[in-house]
């Protein structure tokens, strides 16, 4: 699948040593399927460091997730198990807190769901309150963390390169599910893939 990764420059080469600590799911490379959430963090990026915002765009192997190779943990939602990570994450005081995972993929806590985490671990709202204040914002999220140097044969330009290639080269592969109102992007990644269109 295509993946997003917003700063304030083009990435070439992906450098974990530039990660920081306390972020969401740890130290890591951190992309999203969204792109206009990688564009708003372009943005904020451009404006910190007083440039133009770039969205840079990967491909990642989403198959990763099924294999044994990597150490993988997913959260499809906020909840109670999403909570407790991001909060201890946010709180890690060394490098040797590692969690151990090579990909997390999940929700952001983005600045307003930060602000509740903040005012959680200052004891001003409880957990319940949190999710309750939560649940008000109606935008969707993701985020895959890239945590070790294994995690990083996952992702890459060339992968994309070749999609892009697909897609120009495959107007008779993917014309069927196109007339059956399937987006063509979205049957070329399935066919790149492997999968069942």
């Known amino acids: 699948m295509i993946v997003y990764h917003g700063s304030y420059t083009e ?5 974990l040593s530039m990660a920081k600590l306390n ?10 399927s969204i792109r206009k959430q990688a564009e708003v963090w372009a943005d904020i990026q451009g404006k910190f460091h007083g440039t133009d915002g770039v969205v840079t765009e990967f491909w990642f ?8 190779d990597y ?21 890690k005081k060394n490098e040797e807190e590692d969690h151990g995972y090579d990909i997390v993929e999940g929700p952001v806590a983005d600045d307003n769901v930060s602000r509740k ?6 004891g001003k709202i ?10 008000k914002y109606p935008f969707p999220s993701h985020q895959i963390c890239l945590c ?33 109102g399937v987006d063509k992007k979205v049957a070329v990644e399935k066919y790149f893939m492997g999968l069942d269109l």
């Open 71 to 91: 150490n993988c943990l997913r959260f499809s939602e906020y909840n109670d198990d999403w909570f407790d990570f991001v909060i201890k994450n946010r709180n």
């Open 148 to 180: 070790t140097v294994n995690s990083l044969r996952s992702i890459d330009k060339e992968g994309l390169n070749a999609y892009y290639d697909k897609l120009d080269e495959s107007p008779d592969i993917v014309e069927k599910v196109v007339e059956d």
């Open 61 to 68: 192997n989403g198959n990763v997730f099924d294999d044994s």
């Open 23 to 32: 972020k969401d799911f740890g130290r890591g490379f951190y992309v999203t």
């Open 126 to 135: 409880n957990r319940e309150k949190f999710f309750r204040e939560l649940s």
């Open 117 to 122: 985490i903040v005012m959680y671990l200052n």
């Open 11 to 15: 990435i070439d080469k992906i450098d």
